[in-house]
Antibody, heavy 121, light 111 residues
Framework: EVQLVESGGGLVQPGGSLRLSCAAS????????MNWVRQTPGKGLEWVST????????YYADSVKGRFTISRDNSKNTLYLQMNSLRAEDTAVYYC??????????????WGQGTLVTVSS | QSVLTQPPSVSGAPGQRVTISCTGS?????????VHWYQQLPGTAPKLLIY???NRPSGVPDRFSGSKSDTSASLAITGLQADDEADYYC???????????FGTGTKVTVL
């Protein structure tokens, strides 16, 4: 059974930093691209970042480019999101999601339960 | 601000058929990028419902179907059931933004 378990969310002041983790199990982690998606409470979904299966290629939404860094440790089956220079508008539930296939622009077939990040003074 | 537009809400009686549209542009759906659909039940994470325009993952009932044409896509739900009440999102890739984009979301209500 595929499982994705996020952790690391919490309350942080504007300008602060936070690192999210996503522990994966139930599939060969190193074979799949992984993604972060966020959802503002009561609002829609926003893609944040994608990393290739080997970690060599990363993509970011313009809204987080230069502030967030996605990475992975295939030996630990874990995905990360380092978030710096946080702003109030980064407040959201952050989900990690697995890409369904090795094809580009693949759907996200499994999602974690999400972790809440609140940016407030 | 999403580049994929969906109606805010649709509703139908049990057993009826409802459709949800997802309107994009020449830089996403019209550029032949695949469209995927997700169902988000209240208080839960999104779940993949349709991938690559019209394919259902294992376990998704055939009451759910997807289609795509030109710069738009649609999700149809037939035989509407009470537990279909959820938010539904379309997703594609946008070459101008060089990233994935989600639709604005549609809330389905079963009357």
């Amino acid at each position: 059974e595929v499982q994705l378990v996020e952790s690391g969310g919490g309350l942080v002041q504007p300008g602060g930093s936070l690192r999210l983790s996503c522990a994966a199990s139930g599939f060969t982690f190193s074979n799949y691209a992984m993604n972060w998606v966020r959802q503002t409470p009561g609002k829609g979904l926003e893609w944040v970042s994608t990393i290739s299966s080997d970690g060599s290629i990363t993509y970011y939404a313009d809204s987080v480019k230069g502030r967030f860094t996605i990475s992975r440790d295939n030996s630990k089956n874990t995905l990360y999101l380092q978030m710096n220079s946080l702003r109030a508008e980064d407040t959201a539930v952050y989900y990690c999601a697995k890409s369904r296939s090795g094809r580009s622009y693949s759907a996200f077939d499994y999602w974690g339960q999400g972790t809440l990040v609140t940016v407030s003074s | 601000q999403s580049v994929l537009t969906q109606p805010p809400s649709v509703s139908g009686a049990p057993g009826q058929r409802v459709t949800i549209s997802c309107t994009g542009s020449s830089s996403n759906i019209g550029a032949r990028y695949d469209v995927h659909w997700y169902q988000q039940l209240p208080g839960t994470a999104p779940k993949l419902l349709i991938y690559d325009n019209s394919n259902r993952p294992s376990g998704v009932p055939d009451r759910f179907s997807g289609s795509k044409s030109d710069t738009s896509a649609s999700l149809a739900i037939t035989g509407l059931q009470a537990d279909d009440e959820a938010d539904y999102y379309c997703q594609s890739y946008d070459r101008s933004l060089s990233g994935y984009v989600f639709g604005t979301g549609t809330k389905v209500t079963v009357l």
